[in-house]
């Protein structure tokens, strides 16, 4: 028989949730409510991806990605150009604004991971990473073939 | 040295993101869409409880749960009754309307569950919910110690 377990779309759900009504509180100083940070911290580490690329990072669809970027371009945390390989796609980067606030905001979600991971022994922590890293990559996995035979 | 590890808001931001559109789009059916089914799964639990605790439930603030809980009553899946031991208060119920497809979403969100552990071992399984349970604790710890500090 099957064991019966909180379902993890419960707990991530939970977890997420969480995260977004802290993170809207400590950046709302930046004007960066409602998941919009991740493009920022995306963009951070891969600078000059394109906006399909970041919403298939993120795992939202184009419409939705495309607003909030536009936001982020009204708000000059990010800036656009066209890409010299390809004259009708754009190539992303962030602004000097939004760079001058990134150290700022990686403190803060280091200081919100810390309040999550608090009782957490380094076991736990490495366990936690790699089987979350397991579920997402079977979501990719999953996505990936229904993109095939859409 | 600390080991650099992928952070738990990121992992966990992605599967609910994923968890949201696969979502939006098997239960568009039933006109249910962003994160609306949550509300239904926790009355269907727990009925009888009040708006306040399915905000705290789902750790999402009161407006946002107002406005949606609104949208169910008007879509028929839930209905309001005056708590008895109250006047002022409510009591939220799921209509038969909702009943019937209790069983139908949650066979889907059994085939989404699925498809995210498809490779996962017991123990894996075992591990994520007790950790991820962990983290949410910790969470909800935080909150009541800052709503305290109100």
Redesign the interface.
Same mark, same amino acid.
């Given at each position: 028989m099957q =064991?019966a377990?909180?379902? $993890?779309? =419960?707990?991530?759900?939970? $977890?997420?949730?969480?995260?977004l009504?802290y993170t809207n509180e400590v950046f709302k100083k930046y004007s960066l409510g409602s998941?919009t940070y991740?493009y920022l911290m995306i963009l951070y580490n891969k600078e000059g991806i394109s906006q399909n690329q970041i919403s298939k990072e993120?795992?939202?669809?184009k419409a939705l990605s495309a607003r909030v970027i536009k936001k982020l371009i009204d708000l000059d945390y990010i800036r656009k150009e066209t890409n010299t390989k390809d004259s009708r796609a754009y190539c992303l980067y962030l602004t000097d604004k939004a760079k001058a606030i990134i150290p700022a905001m990686k403190e803060e979600?280091g200081i919100?991971?810390e309040?999550?991971?608090?009782?957490?022994t380094?076991e736990?922590?490495?366990?936690?990473?790699d089987?979350?890293?397991?579920?997402?990559g079977?979501?990719k996995k999953?996505?990936l073939e229904n993109e095939e035979s859409d």
């Open positions: =064991k377990r909180i379902p $993890i779309t =419960k707990l991530t759900g939970g $977890i997420y949730r969480n995260t009504e998941g991740p993120l795992a939202v669809d979600l919100w991971n309040i999550m991971t608090q009782n957490l380094e736990e922590k490495d366990n936690i990473t089987i979350l890293s397991k579920v997402l079977n979501i999953y996505r």
